[in-house]
């Protein structure tokens, strides 16, 4: 283990996201003016997301620097005084988690639903503002 690798499709799903969010920021006045409420869904959904899969990034280096230190001799392969009961499990919880690997998909999902339901809860708001 000589270096840190991060997954390639968590990086490319925050650069998507931070790009996403930059366009609707650059064109925020123009989008207040007409669609006020699709476009702070829209924040609220992209900064939602971007927080789940930037959480599993986190945790994914997080545990990939734990494991690196039981490298002892840097040669990127564990063997010998290397393996302990504690590496092994180090190594269990990098390779065994698929919610970090899937949080592109369910942080859609995470998002949306939270999405929804704060659009919902501004509608209802609002029907009951009007009575």
């Not at 992209?46 to 599993?56: K, S």
């Not at 545990?63 to 002892?72: R, S, T």
């Not at 949080?103 to 708001?125: E, K, P, Q």
Request: contains cysteine; glycine residues 8%; positive net charge.
């Amino acid at each position: 283990m000589n270096h840190i690798q991060p997954p390639t499709h968590l990086i490319i799903a925050l650069i998507v996201t931070i790009i996403i969010i930059g366009v609707l920021l650059f064109f925020k006045k123009k989008l207040l003016a007409h669609r006020k409420w699709l476009f702070i869904s829209s924040i609220i959904f992209l900064c939602i997301y971007f927080i789940v899969v930037g959480g599993a990034l986190y945790q994914d280096i997080s545990l990939q620097l734990a494991l690196h230190k039981f490298d002892l001799n840097g040669d990127g392969f564990f063997n010998g005084n290397e393996i302990t009961p504690q590496q092994s499990e180090a190594m269990q919880k990098v390779v065994s988690d698929t919610g970090r690997t899937f949080s592109v998909i369910s942080g859609l999902l995470f998002a949306g639903t939270i999405t929804i339901m704060i659009s919902l809860g501004r509608v209802i708001i609002n029907i009951f503002k009007s009575k």
